[in-house]
């Protein structure tokens, strides 16, 4: 939830690793999707890459998470699959 500058250290870092490992075996369109808005300098970070999409955030809603937990719920997982897949559906080459 929040980006420390560790921990957008810590991003770059893994982006990076991410990056590598895109470049070796092809850059697949990726869609990045948080629970939680991604904020901006995060979201650049991705867009940096080749063929990645960031998704826009759904509003935060508990009954979408296990309280005290963090994970979504089914009711959050049918919402977080309800956001990706017209995303899914609208890239170049998936068959509609």
Do not use: S
Not at 36 to 53: H, S, T, Y
């Amino acid at each position: 939830r929040r980006f420390t500058a560790e921990r957008l250290a810590l991003l770059r870092a893994e982006l990076d690793t991410l990056r590598a490992f895109r470049a070796a075996h092809g850059d697949r369109p990726l869609l990045v999707l948080g629970y939680e808005e991604i904020p901006d300098e995060a979201a650049a970070l991705f867009r940096a890459l080749p063929g990645v999409i960031v998704l826009p955030a759904l509003p935060r809603r508990d009954d979408h998470f296990l309280p005290g937990d963090g994970h979504p719920t089914a009711a959050g997982n049918r919402a977080f699959a309800a956001q990706l897949t017209p995303a899914i559906l609208a890239l170049p080459g998936w068959a509609r």
